[in-house]
C-alpha cells in the first residue's frame, strides 16, 4: 500500500523547472511506495500534519511569511527535499547595479512601494515586469527564527550556499543535491545524437541597464559557437519570459534559429516531453535559468552557464569543478562566452557531469528512502 503525502511546490506555474521537480521526485519517490500528490488535491487522503517541500528556492518566507497558504502550522512536522536557501543575495545582485550607479538615488523610497510605478520602470527598461524581482522582501532574522519554531523531519538543501547560509542560523541540513539531477539517469534519459546547442536566455524579467545589450551578446556569441561546433541553435524557453525573450532575441541573429513552443501551456505533458526530447539531440546548452543547466547536468551534456542569480554560482560550486559560468555584465567584458568556451575542455567536463550526475543520483535516492521510512511510521 502506497503512502500518499501532500507535496508543496510551484506546480502549474508556467514554470519547465518547477515541473520538472515534480516529475523527479514523483519518480524517485515512487520506487519507495510514496505518493506525492499535491496538496490541496488530497485532504483526508494523504498523511494529516506532514508537509513535503520537493525543491526551489523556497526557504525562508514560504514558512516564514506564507504558511498558512501553504497549510503550515506549528503543529505540521516538514520535509524540505532539495530546496534552496533565499539569501539576500538572490533578488539583490543585479539591481546592485542601479542602486550604486547614483542613476536612480531614489528607486527604493519610490519605486519599490508603488507596484504602479515598478511597472513603469520595467517598463523604461524595457523588460518584463516582475512581481518578485526589483522590490523584493527582505529577509531578516525573524524568517529564520520561524523555520526554526517548526518540527522538520529532513532538511535537504540543493547547494552549498543554502547549507552555510542555514548553517549561519544556527539550522543543521544535509547537501543532497537539485532533485532534477537525477532525472536523466533514474528515467533512462540519454543523448540520442548531437546537432543541437540549446539557448536558454531570459531569466525571471528583472530589469536592470544593459540587460538586453549583454543578452543580445550573449546570443551573438553563441551564434559564433555554434558555427564553430557545427552544432544548430535551438531557444528552449522554460517560461514565457523565456519564451519572450527568444522572440525578442531572434530580431537580433543573421542566421536562422529554431524556438520551440508549447501547443497551448509550459506546464503540460506535452511541452515537458518535447523539452526532454530536444534536450536528447544537445551537444552543448547554454542557459540562464537553473533547470536549464540542471536538466543538462542530468543528461551529461556540457553547458555554459549565465549566472542571472547566484543560485546558478551555487549550483556549480555544488558541481565541485571549474564549471563554465559568466554573469550577465561579464559578456561586455574580458571573460565573454567566446572566452569561456575557448578555456573549456568538453571531455573533462563531460566526466565531471557524469561523476556528480551519479554522485547525486546516490544521494537524492539514499535521502528518498529515509524520508519514506520516516512517512511509512507516521502513517
Avoid at 105 to 133: D, M, W
Amino acid at each position: 500500500m502506497k503512502v500518499r503525502v501532500g507535496y508543496r511546490g510551484y506546480i502549474n506555474m508556467e514554470n519547465v523547472g518547477d515541473d520538472l521537480l515534480y516529475l523527479t521526485n514523483r519518480k524517485l519517490f515512487e520506487k519507495e511506495g510514496v505518493n506525492l500528490t499535491p496538496f490541496r488535491e488530497c485532504p483526508g487522503g494523504c498523511i494529516s500534519r506532514v508537509a513535503f517541500f520537493g525543491g526551489g528556492t523556497i526557504l525562508p518566507l514560504w514558512i516564514s511569511r506564507e504558511g498558512g497558504r501553504w497549510g503550515v502550522s506549528s503543529q505540521t512536522k516538514l520535509i524540505f527535499f532539495g530546496v534552496g536557501v533565499r539569501d539576500p543575495g538572490f533578488f539583490n545582485t543585479a539591481p546592485l547595479d542601479i542602486r550604486n550607479s547614483g542613476i536612480y538615488p531614489n528607486l527604493e523610497r519610490t519605486v519599490c512601494k508603488n507596484s504602479v510605478l515598478t511597472h513603469v520602470f520595467n517598463a523604461y527598461l524595457n523588460e518584463i515586469p516582475s512581481q518578485t524581482g526589483l522590490c523584493a522582501p527582505k529577509i531578516g532574522e525573524d524568517d529564520f527564527d520561524k523555520l526554526s519554531e517548526y518540527d522538520v523531519l529532513f532538511m535537504g538543501v540543493r547547494g552549498p550556499r543554502s547549507r552555510e547560509f542555514l548553517r549561519k542560523h544556527g539550522i543543521e541540513s544535509e547537501l543532497i543535491g537539485d532533485p532534477v539531477l537525477a532525472l536523466g539517469r533514474i528515467s533512462g534519459i540519454t543523448q540520442e545524437e548531437e546537432d543541437l546547442l540549446i539557448l536558454n536566455i531570459g531569466g525571471d524579467g528583472k530589469a536592470y541597464p544593459g540587460y538586453t545589450r549583454a543578452m543580445i551578446k550573449i546570443l551573438r556569441e553563441g551564434t559564433v559557437i555554434s558555427e564553430e561546433t557545427g552544432l544548430k541553435p535551438c531557444f528552449v524557453p522554460f517560461s514565457y519570459t523565456d519564451l519572450r525573450k527568444a522572440i525578442l532575441l531572434k530580431k537580433f541573429s543573421k542566421k536562422t534559429l529554431c524556438i520551440i513552443k508549447p501547443k497551448r501551456r509550459f506546464s503540460s505533458e506535452e511541452y515537458l516531453t518535447r523539452v526532454l526530447e530536444t534536450y536528447q539531440r544537445a551537444g552543448l546548452v547554454i542557459g540562464m535559468k537553473l533547470h536549464s543547466l540542471i536538466l543538462a547536468a542530468s543528461m551529461e551534456i556540457p553547458f555554459i552557464g549565465i549566472a542571472y542569480r547566484p543560485k546558478i554560482l551555487d549550483f556549480a560550486l555544488s558541481l565541485g569543478y571549474d564549471v563554465p559560468v559568466a554573469l550577465p555584465g561579464d559578456v561586455s567584458g574580458e571573460r565573454t562566452l567566446l572566452n569561456l568556451f575557448g578555456e573549456t575542455d568538453i571531455g573533462k567536463l563531460k566526466t565531471r557531469l557524469r561523476m556528480s550526475s551519479k554522485e547525486y543520483t546516490k544521494r537524492l535516492m539514499r535521502s528518498a528512502k529515509r524520508v519514506s521510512n520516516m512517512l511509512s511510521e507516521l502513517s
